[in-house]
């Protein structure tokens, strides 16, 4: 097939192997790519996020791994990896059985060769120092991180699957289609907010909502005065349950929608949605209200920031997690860094829980299963983990609420305290 | 003899039988990625084998793992020869760009309502074209 695109010299030296094997493969893979779907030029990127890092990945993705080190790959931006199945530093205190830690060293190790930054996480806008601005192109492949850092952060990616974001690690470059173009990134759906969210969970919970009914299209968010960052990046989480969709808008609030109009670029929304105080309460019912005991609460999907880790370690300074009951709290490695030298980390050990990093508590579960057995019922603080956790309940619940149920070893929302929130 | 032009995606060609899926697929969980076989349950496939057939799907769907079970499909020798999607998602384009499975998309008719599962196909990824033999 003839090559499309147009490529510059260096570009062009880069195909012919003047860098390499490796930088020759993934730029012939990427030109194709691009090709395929009308791209004119490549783009730099200056930061990828490549999630080849979980060990229920395919065998013959190792050996693929294998290759490219082989061929000498080597990434040229900062490049940070997904979750992995396993804290890679905490695995024996978790009662992790080695032969799982040494499996997934390999898989990480490979990457490591590669130049990857030690950071495996879904949150890579929480690992400090990695400061991106509005209009940057990266290629990222978690499906949350990707919506964050379109709708929030104003950055530029398309939903990359983990080789295509790895092939444009080692090019520095990926080709400029879809979400890195500005008119591909006008809302399509108009969603009037008529209730007032509260809390993360509220987010969360809208966010799993309307993910279902909004397929591959973006959604303008109209009626959310201001969100927070935490309210944000868990709204992106839960858009990933079940939907494909790669950015949203709040007018007013995120950086490409400062108007209505701005956020749909002049053009009439496709179809409107309203999200009501009936739809929260309904969604209260079917994911909060309960009053059972619990085994596991997991606090970090997606990872948190060290604001709300000293939020945990706050909430359980002094206080002890009930008999029976495992109480994870997920987050980046710099992240976990700064809390052990802060004295959070501290505080929620020696209250009995774990700070983990690396992985979270759904990914612990695929396809190794747990060390501690299967819990029937598990508390979150985010609609994705929910969603994904099976077998047993899952219940949704900020960080307040999630520390209270591991303390007391109870899940109790009941109705009337609900509608008070 | 029938022959349908289309958008070129993966270079190659293929010949063999058509399974044709009237639904968009999630390879990850709609398919054994062991034996090749689609293990959606009530699809009008189920139980079907993947292995040396030209696979016909409106598109991928789901997750951005289906190109790494394009590529494991593949090693396995349990993946199709060719790909026809009517519509382009970019993980199963570049699953099968990793792959080196000819595909095409985007016929000027759509290929789930002309070509029928049994009927013996031709797939030229390099032009473009899909012969109905």
């Known amino acids: ?421 | 003899m029938r022959i349908l032009k289309g958008k070129p995606v993966v270079d190659g060609v293929a010949e063999g039988f058509a399974l044709v899926s009237k639904t968009r697929l999630n390879l990850l969980s709609d398919v054994d990625k062991e034996k090749g076989i689609i293990i959606k349950e009530k699809h009008e496939l189920y139980g079907e084998s993947l292995k040396d057939k030209i696979l016909v799907f409106p598109s991928g769907v789901g997750t951005v793992g289906l190109s790494t079970i394009i590529y494991t499909l593949k090693k396995n020798g349990v993946g199709p020869k060719a790909l026809i999607n009517q519509e382009l998602e970019t993980t199963t384009v570049f699953g099968a760009l990793l792959a080196e499975i000819p595909m095409v998309a985007e016929l000027e008719e759509d290929p789930i309502k002309v070509i029928k599962t049994g009927d013996l196909v031709r797939v030229d990824g390099t032009n473009g074209t899909v012969t109905i033999l």
């Open chain 1, 1 to 421: 097939m003839v090559l499309l695109m147009y490529l510059t010299k260096e570009e062009e030296k880069m195909l012919d192997g003047e860098y390499g094997p490796a930088v020759q493969y993934a730029m012939k893979l990427l030109t194709k790519f691009g090709d395929v779907f009308g791209a004119e030029r490549m783009v730099k990127i200056v930061h990828a996020h490549v999630s080849c890092t979980t060990y229920s990945i395919e065998y013959a993705l190792v050996d693929w791994l294998d290759d490219l080190v082989k061929m000498g790959a080597r990434v040229r931006v900062p490049t940070t990896g997904m979750i992995t199945n396993i804290d890679l530093e905490l695995w024996r205190e978790l009662g992790i059985p080695e032969e799982w830690y040494k499996n997934t060293r390999r898989l990480i190790d490979h990457h490591i060769k590669m130049g990857f930054i030690r950071e495996f996480t879904c949150t890579p806008y929480f690992v400090p120092g990695l400061f991106l601005s509005k209009g940057d192109h990266v290629a990222w492949c978690e499906s949350s991180a990707i919506i964050f850092g379109n709708s929030v952060m104003g950055i530029r990616t398309n939903r990359e699957c983990c080789q295509s974001a790895l092939m444009a690690a080692i090019a520095g470059r990926t080709p400029e289609f879809g979400f890195h173009l500005i008119e591909n990134r006008r809302g399509v759906v108009l969603v009037k907010v008529k209730t007032k969210l509260k809390s993360v969970t509220d987010f969360s919970l809208m966010g799993y909502h309307l993910a279902e009914d909004m397929g591959l299209r973006t959604p303008v968010f109209d009626g959310i005065p201001h969100a927070t960052v935490e309210q944000m990046d868990n709204l992106a989480a839960a858009f990933t349950t079940r939907s494909g969709i790669s950015m949203f808008h709040i007018v007013g609030v995120t950086p490409e929608a400062p108007t209505l109009d701005a956020a749909f670029q002049g053009d009439k929304p496709e179809d409107t949605i309203d999200f009501t105080q009936a739809d929260l309460l309904n969604l209260y019912k079917r994911f909060r209200e309960a009053e059972v005991p619990i085994q596991r609460v997991y606090i970090g999907c997606p990872h948190l920031n060290l604001k709300q880790v000293a939020e945990v370690a706050r909430l359980i300074n002094g206080k002890k997690v009930a008999k029976g009951v495992t109480f994870l709290v997920g987050t980046t490695r710099a992240v976990k860094r700064a809390a052990e030298e802060a004295g959070y980390a501290d505080i929620i050990r020696k209250a009995g829980g774990y700070l983990i990093s690396d992985t979270c508590g759904t990914a612990m579960r695929h396809s190794i299963g747990y060390p501690w057995g299967e819990p029937e019922n598990w508390v979150f603080n985010g609609m994705k983990q929910v969603y994904y956790f099976k077998p047993g309940r899952g219940f949704i619940g900020d960080i307040k609420e999630c520390v209270e149920a591991a303390i007391t070893g109870k899940w109790r929302v009941i109705k009337d305290e609900n509608s008070k929130r």
